[in-house]
């Protein structure tokens, strides 16, 4: 008698996303945003925006001008705190701030303590941040305007963004837009705990890569920028290698243990800019934020394959123009945000069950 057979998993259903024209309300005391960089949620399901003040053109903060050209804008803080209906709790950050406040805002993260991390991809911004959930200074993780190669253990190049893990008090740093892997350091002192490259290797030396070309073999290094690092409950570490066009998965210890490859015939910046995942139990879904074809992917976790999409490039409610980050809320709600001119953040609601 043949053998059965093997039982393969089944593909989650796709869930449902429908745009809300209406979120976020309008901005509080005449503010406007520049590009919208970076979106986080955090435990009470506030959703946290970091933007860049100093990408707002003359004509969209009028209202600072002298004399004003316009009654509209002034350029909101670079922190923005909104409830689940879009309105702003508050604001802070931007330049002085901090001393070592980036000159090109990126990601944010609000891990389970209320603690807010900001990072920057200026090319002197080589830091990453620690503040309170109201702004007041915590920590910083490397030294503005030095870098030191992909291999330095004490210093960053260009961040893109974190995530931490409290169970293990560690933060874990894509870095970035300048060197070529993850690092970790303990998240309450900031001493460096390790690092890696792709497939959990030590990076390479920092020479310049080629171009990524449609079809080839998968590279032995990530490519620049190495833009996002997200912890699934599993204990899995998704690491966004945007212009190679793929995700790669790792243990915390940063054994490698698989890759996922995301619309490989994306040239130019790359497919895969951010990363989160629907918030069933099994995390059955990976989102897939993707700025060069300003769309979300939807994938099967288990499978790496895609079973749907949403968005599409344009000015309009739920369409994209360089969707750059994004973050799902415990509902299932995905939030994005949106640079170049963009310049904006959504909400799509998720209209679909939650996989039981």
Same mark, same amino acid.
């Given at each position: 008698m043949a053998a059965a057979p093997p039982c393969l998993a089944q593909a989650p259903p796709a869930p449902t996303y429908q745009v809300d024209p209406h979120w976020p309300k309008t901005l509080p005391n005449n503010w406007g945003i520049g590009q919208a960089a970076g979106v986080?949620?955090?435990r009470r399901d506030h959703v946290w925006v970091v933007h860049r003040p100093r990408t707002m053109t003359e004509d969209e903060r009028g209202a600072t001008l002298v004399p004003p050209r316009s009654e509209c804008c002034v350029p909101a803080p670079s922190v923005i705190e909104f409830d689940p209906d879009g309105n702003v709790v508050q604001a802070w950050g931007g330049p002085?701030?901090?001393p070592s406040w980036p000159a090109n805002e990126h990601?944010?993260?609000?891990?389970?303590?209320?603690?807010?991390?900001?990072?920057?991809?200026?090319?002197?911004d080589h830091v990453l941040l620690k503040f309170t959930r109201d702004g007041w200074f915590l920590l910083q993780i490397g030294v503005t305007g030095?870098?030191?190669?992909?291999n330095d253990t004490q210093r960053l190049g260009r961040p893109a963004d974190v995530e931490v893990d409290l169970a293990t008090d560690e933060v874990f740093v894509a870095d970035g837009y300048q060197n070529r892997r993850v690092i970790v350091f303990n998240a309450t002192t900031g001493a460096y705990l390790r690092h890696w490259g792709a497939y959990g290797r030590p990076p390479p030396a920092d020479a310049p890569l080629p171009a990524y070309?449609?079809?080839? &073999?998968? &590279?032995a290094s990530f490519a620049n920028p190495v833009h996002c690092v997200r912890l699934a409950r599993d204990g899995l570490v998704y690491v966004c290698d945007r212009g190679n066009d793929r995700i790669q998965v790792f243990r915390r210890d940063g054994t490698f243990v698989r890759e996922i490859l995301v619309a490989t015939s994306t040239l130019g910046s790359g &497919?895969?800019?951010?990363?989160?995942?629907?918030p069933d139990r099994a995390e059955s879904v990976l989102?897939?934020?993707?700025? &060069?074809?300003?769309?979300?992917?939807?994938?099967?976790?288990e499978a790496g394959e895609i079973i749907g999409r949403f968005g599409r490039s344009g000015r309009n409610a739920g369409e994209f123009h360089w969707v750059h980050n994004m973050a799902v809320d415990s509902r299932g709600n995905v939030f994005t945000?949106?640079?170049d001119t963009g310049k904006r953040a959504q909400r799509f609601r998720l209209v679909s069950q939650l996989p039981r």
């Open positions: 986080a949620v955090d002085g701030h901090h990601g944010i993260y609000v891990d389970a303590a209320d603690n807010v991390w900001v990072a920057g991809n200026g090319n002197s030095e870098t030191g190669g992909s070309v449609a079809g080839q &073999s998968p &590279s &497919s895969v800019w951010d990363i989160d995942f629907l989102l897939a934020a993707d700025g &060069s074809n300003n769309t979300v992917w939807l994938l099967a976790r945000t949106e640079v």
